[in-house]
């Protein structure tokens, strides 16, 4: 998942919860959750976190899939609770601190996703959202990240009010949305010596799948995502300037009026006539409707992941050209 660069000043200047400690049996369940939805006609794979706030790291030591939404007859909620009940039973730990959701590089940024966060967050001040990239894991890079919202973006969704200027007194840009909370993997003592065992189990060739140099087919598909998000923003820009034109418009035509009625006022009190009868403007010149600011800055953070990820990806590529070029020298 492509790093996205945050404000340094907000960075975690709101959560007591420094990082989130991810235990190897829950990235488990979270990367097989995901690869098999990835492979079937799922786009997106959800699931429940669970664990505890221990000082200042959120610790997530297991965790559940939701149902898939075409299951009409299952209720969600109950699902949950039915879920946290069994797991308490067999003593497992069974406090919600979050959600975890698939993604292909920067798509999981979205309207629906934020909304979801914030009602967390509301509700367990400390839950996060993981974001796994089943896409870039399948590479070889292992793509794990944990988001919160930023205070401004809890603000602005508890107004409900994405207007221009409640942004702009709030302050909220594209990179002020979500805060990249560090992401650290722990395993148990005898999970780490199952690892080494395995290592020195595995074939030299089958481990060398990371230093594939066929990237083209990725490459492309990322430069079509962005390319895609830059015709929608461009679309929302043609669409807010098309209003800043309307709201132009109005002003001048209103301008004329008044000056129309007043000119109408002079000439009916130099013939001692009674002046015109009072009208409510606003009825005659009914303010424009604003657009919204938040699928814009939305596919604005999406340019901006998509951007950040094709840097990284490129420096990747070029480092193992490089690599075998000096390979092939030497041979």
């Known amino acids: 998942m492509a790093s996205r660069r945050i404000d340094p000043k907000i960075k975690e200047s709101y959560s007591a919860v420094k990082y989130v400690q991810v235990e190897g049996l829950a990235l488990m369940k979270i990367a097989k959750h995901c ?17 505890l706030v221990v000082e200042d790291r959120l610790e997530i030591t297991n965790c559940f899939a939701f149902p898939k939404s075409v299951d009409e007859s299952i209720n969600d909620e109950k699902y949950q ?37 914030f009602h967390y967050q509301t509700s367990i001040e400390e839950s996060v959202v993981l974001i796994f990239d089943a896409p870039k894991t399948n590479r070889g890079f292992l793509s794990l990240s944990a988001y919160r919202l930023t205070p ?25 949305l979500l805060v990249k909370v560090p992401v650290v993997i722990k395993n148990s003592t005898l999970t780490n010596i199952l690892l080494s065992e395995l290592s020195f189990k595995i074939k030299v060739e089958e481990g060398s799948e990371h230093l594939d140099i066929g990237t083209a ?49 002079q000439a009916r009190a130099a013939k001692d006539e009674p002046p015109l009868p009072e009208e409510d403007i606003t009825k005659i010149f009914r303010a424009l409707p604003v657009p919204p600011r938040l699928p814009p800055m939305l596919m604005a953070t999406q340019v901006d992941a998509y951007a950040e990820e094709i840097a990284k990806f490129s420096t990747q590529s070029l480092a193992k050209l490089y690599m075998t070029k000096a390979m092939n020298t030497n041979n």
């Open 152 to 176: 401004q973006a809890l603000t602005m969704f508890k107004e409900n009010d994405f207007l221009p200027d409640t942004l702009k007194s709030l302050k909220v840009g594209y990179d002020h």
């Open 217 to 265: 087919t990725v490459l492309e598909g990322q430069l079509r995502h962005l390319m895609d998000r830059v015709d929608d923003l461009n679309q929302e820009a043609i669409k807010f300037n098309r209003y800043q034109q309307a709201v132009v418009r109005q002003s001048t035509e209103k301008h004329r009026y008044l000056q129309k009625r007043a000119l109408e006022n």
């Open 81 to 117: 609770l039915d879920m946290m009940k069994s797991l308490r039973q067999v003593n497992v730990d069974h406090y919600h601190v979050g959600w975890y959701q698939s993604s292909d590089v920067g798509n999981f940024l979205s309207l629906p996703l934020l909304e979801s966060q």
């Open 35 to 51: 690869h098999e939805e990835c492979a079937s006609d799922v786009i997106i794979a959800q699931g429940a976190l669970l664990g």
